[in-house]
């Protein structure tokens, strides 16, 4: 099993920038995908960054929609894997998710919800304008 803990979310005025953390704890591995999902009231659960690792490689992939504004990245000591989100528009409002599966393949992205099977309790973000 494999528990996540995401922080960092809060209320950020339109253009300014937020750091979210996604603390992993319990079956350890050296071969992790996570990704970040958003879920805007009313709407359904969105991927927007995943990163998938083995030993030293790493490799991160961006919906198109927020390409360029997040960025995905671990901190393998932590045991964590942030998106740090910069010029934020009130659409980017929604309850951010961290996912995680222990394994992967390479050549692939996995962008959906049902390819992750832990998860955490997610994180309000706020954008106002």
């Known amino acids: 099993q494999v528990q996540l803990v995401e922080s960092g979310g809060g209320l950020v005025q339109a253009g300014g920038s937020l750091s979210l953390s996604c603390a992993a704890s319990g079956r350890t591995s050296t071969s992790y995908a996570m990704g970040w999902f958003r879920q805007a009231p009313g709407k359904e659960r969105e991927f927007v960054a995943g990163i998938q690792w083995s030993g030293s490689f790493t490799s991160s992939y961006y919906a198109d929609s927020v390409k360029g504004r997040f960025t995905i990245s671990r901190d393998n000591a932590k045991r964590t894997v942030n998106l740090q989100i910069h010029s934020l528009k009130p659409e980017d409002t929604a309850v951010y998710y961290c996912?995680?599966?222990?394994?992967?393949?390479?050549?692939?992205?996995?962008?959906?919800?049902?390819?992750?099977?832990?998860w955490g309790q997610g994180t309000q973000v706020t954008v106002s304008s």
């Open positions: 996912a995680a599966r222990l394994a992967w393949s390479s050549g692939r992205t996995y962008r959906a919800s049902g390819e992750y099977p832990y």
